[in-house]
């Protein structure tokens, strides 16, 4: 037990703690900053897939490494400069728009929020609810059909370029424009991301459920397929029956009132109620004078 301690002692004496400064300190900062953007833009786009792919590639070249697989090696060392231009040239639109959304952000505010009193957080508005409601059941009276894609927390990027771009702030009116019969955007789904209409005529994958009712038309098939593969929520309009559904988490809830409707938007809204801190509130002051 004595040896056990001194070789600790002798150990954690030569341990030396380095001296931390500002200069540290912001860089620590920034690093954090841009690793936690990076996170996010890999969470939000087809980067995920790739890196994952990158990883398999990783282990396979580690494998050869240890194997001693020279040929491979040399094949990897000759190849690589030539991978790395190809995927800065297949992934450039998602590189671009990651630094055009970097130069948008506001470091400072973003790091130190001035805000006070309180903030609510919420995916969407009240004000988009009732219009999602009120447009929803003027089509159900007389029978248009529509599909409205909810997005939550999983981006439907995919889905949104088989459409046509919108970029609309929601409002009943609009919707039901949209899906008005014979007209060129009626056919296909809406995705709403926020309070805006982003596309419209977007193509959703079908449910290959065979437990589903076979009334069920091609309409609530892609309602059910999109929330499998997805966190959104569907609004679907029957044009046969009238009758309001909602698909989510690969299940369908059928001839739902306003009431109904409300309440499932009202579920995945998130609406938060966050209190600013009296720092904030101090160094803003600070800031004023």
Known sequence: MQNVLSFLIK???RITIPAVGIT???EIILISY????????IKFTRAYSLLKGI???AIFIFLAYILRMNTILWIVRNLASVLIIGLIVIFQPEL???LEQLGQKKIFAALIPFDTGRDVQERFTDRTINEIVRASFEMAEVKT???IV???DVRLSEYERTGINIDAVLTSQLLINIFEKNTPLHDGAVIVRGNRVVAATCYLPLSDNMELSKQLGTRHRAGIGISEVSDSLTIIVSEETGAVSVARRGRLERNLNSASLRKELEEIQDKKVVENGK???KLKERLMK
Request: glycine content about 4%.
């Open 11 to 13: 150990y954690l004496s």
């Open 24 to 26: 540290d300190i912001l």
């Open 34 to 41: 841009f690793v936690y953007q990076f996170i996010r833009w």
């Open 55 to 57: 990883l398999v590639v």
């Open 96 to 98: 671009r728009r990651v």
């Open 145 to 147: 059909g529509a599909l």
């Open 150 to 152: 909810m997005e939550q």
């Open 279 to 281: 720092l904030r509130l």
